[in-house]
């Protein structure tokens, strides 16, 4: 009989240990069932700080900025471009923006644009990176694509189907004022 005690015994620890595992199982899963809830609440209290500091800062931009249309400035261009705009006849102003000169050839081409019958006029800034490859000692008044190209400095270039048909480099305001229709 002392073996069926000990056998009762034995069985009685082993549903003991089984019920343990199962309350601390149980315990277990209401544990990571309950953190998984405040994991939950606190990423969506994060995304909602996130979202409410997004919208108070728009809107204060939102009331300080002013509106302007913006515009693509179109005359404004490479050197290597000068040879493909899509006009047959136009002008192309090369120029250091950097130049003393530069605020004198800027109103220059606005007065130009300001008259009623005008060849479209673009400029290059040849202080900019792209352009700076075309300023040479010597000058190539008959070339007849862009790399061939070569300036000495501010050079006014009339342009007739793609081709250049005048070459100045100097007394560019008595120039325009004569050609205008």
């Known amino acids: 009989m002392a073996k069926k005690k000990k056998t009762k015994n034995n069985v009685s620890r082993v549903n003991?240990?089984?019920?343990?595992?199962?309350?601390?199982?149980?315990f277990s899963e209401d544990v990571s069932f309950g953190s998984a809830i405040q994991l939950i609440i606190?990423?969506?209290?994060?995304?909602?700080?996130f979202y409410l500091l997004t919208v108070v800062i728009l809107s204060k931009k939102d009331s300080s900025?002013?509106?302007?249309?913006?515009?693509?400035?179109?005359?404004?261009?490479?050197?290597?471009e000068s040879f493909n705009q899509k006009e047959k006849d136009y002008y192309v102003f090369y120029y250091s923006m950097?130049?003393?000169?530069?605020?004198?050839?800027?109103?220059?081409?606005?007065?130009?644009?300001?008259?009623e019958d005008h060849?479209?006029?673009?400029?290059?800034?040849?202080?900019?990176?792209?352009?700076?490859?075309?300023?040479?000692?010597t000058e190539n008044k008959v070339a007849e694509k862009a790399s061939q190209l070569k300036l000495k400095g501010t050079t006014?270039?009339?342009?007739?189907?793609?081709?250049?048909?005048?070459?100045?480099?100097s007394s560019f305001e008595n120039y325009l004022d004569i050609d205008v229709e």
């Open 42 to 49: 606190v990423v969506f209290v994060i995304l909602l700080v």
């Open 98 to 115: 950097n130049d003393d000169s530069a605020t004198n050839y800027a109103d220059l081409i606005s007065n130009y644009r300001d008259k």
């Open 65 to 80: 900025i002013v509106s302007n249309h913006a515009s693509i400035q179109y005359t404004k261009i490479l050197a290597g």
């Open 156 to 169: 006014l270039i009339h342009f007739k189907d793609h081709k250049i048909n005048e070459y100045i480099t």
């Open 16 to 26: 003991s240990k089984s019920e343990s595992k199962k309350i601390e199982k149980q």
């Open 119 to 137: 060849l479209p006029i673009y400029t290059v800034d040849l202080n900019e990176g792209l352009n700076k490859r075309y300023l040479s000692d």
